[in-house]
């Protein structure tokens, strides 16, 4: 806590001022130059005091900035550099490369009203949900779920959910394969249940 104390008082003042949202983009702004194994563990100690969950093994990268105190972030979660992150729940094992951008859904701004400005019509934030284990390439925009297990390809946009344990890619993203293959015909699909009550 000591190393962080000026940028946790400074998040706590700044959020009675211009909310939560601006406050904790600009927190983990100041955080987010700080270089090296020590600038992770700086910014993983601040992210666990004020992130709706930011467990102590997963590390967030040089010039990641994150902008809702509602984010989730579970055990072992790499996130690479340079990544922009609204209300996501990365959930465990999950990769994002470098510049990986997940806001909060693709309707953060309402834009039906054509009187007014875009800025000035609201809009909505969803969760994103990266599934357990899933791997995101290098500047992929994610705005919709991915499945468990799950590979987005580097570049891609991902508009519609993704379903578990398939590679996607492109923009907007499909799907171009499973990502184990199918087994053989009358082959289990999983290992069998072994009875290990009453052995020697
Ligand atoms: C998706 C990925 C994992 C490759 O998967 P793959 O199953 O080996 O795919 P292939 O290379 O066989 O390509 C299959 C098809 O998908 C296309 N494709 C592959 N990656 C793509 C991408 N990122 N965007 C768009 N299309 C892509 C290929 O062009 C190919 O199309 P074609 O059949 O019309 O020629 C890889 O391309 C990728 O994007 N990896 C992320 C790398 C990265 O970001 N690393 C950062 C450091 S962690």
Redesign the pocket.
């Known amino acids: 806590m000591p190393p962080i104390l000026p940028v946790w008082v400074q998040y706590q003042l700044m959020r009675r001022m211009v909310g939560d949202s601006r406050a904790l983009e600009g927190a983990t702004q100041t955080l987010a130059g700080l270089p090296g194994t020590v600038g992770a563990m700086l910014r993983g100690a601040f992210l666990r005091l004020v992130l709706a969950k930011c467990a102590p093994s997963a590390e967030v990268c040089y010039g990641t900035l994150l902008s809702q105190a509602g984010a989730v972030i579970e055990d072992r979660v790499y996130v ?1 550099p340079r990544c922009h992150l609204g209300l996501v729940h990365l959930e465990v094992d999950v ?1 994002l ?2 510049g990986v951008h997940v806001p909060s859904g693709g309707n953060t701004h309402f834009i039906d009203d054509p009187e007014v400005p875009i800025r000035e019509q609201g809009g909505e934030r969803k969760v994103v949900r990266i599934g357990r284990g899933a ?1 995101v ?4 925009v994610v705005l919709a779920d991915v499945g468990e297990g799950t ?6 946009v991902v508009t519609r959910p993704l379903p578990p344990n398939v ?1 996607a ?3 907007p993203a499909k799907v ?2 499973p990502r184990f293959p199918d087994p053989p015909p009358g082959e289990p699909t999983c290992s069998p249940v072994h009875n290990t009550e009453g052995r020697a």
């Open positions: 690479g990769l490369a470098a791997w390439g290098s500047a992929a590979v987005v390809g580097a570049g891609s590679i890619a492109g923009v171009i394969r």
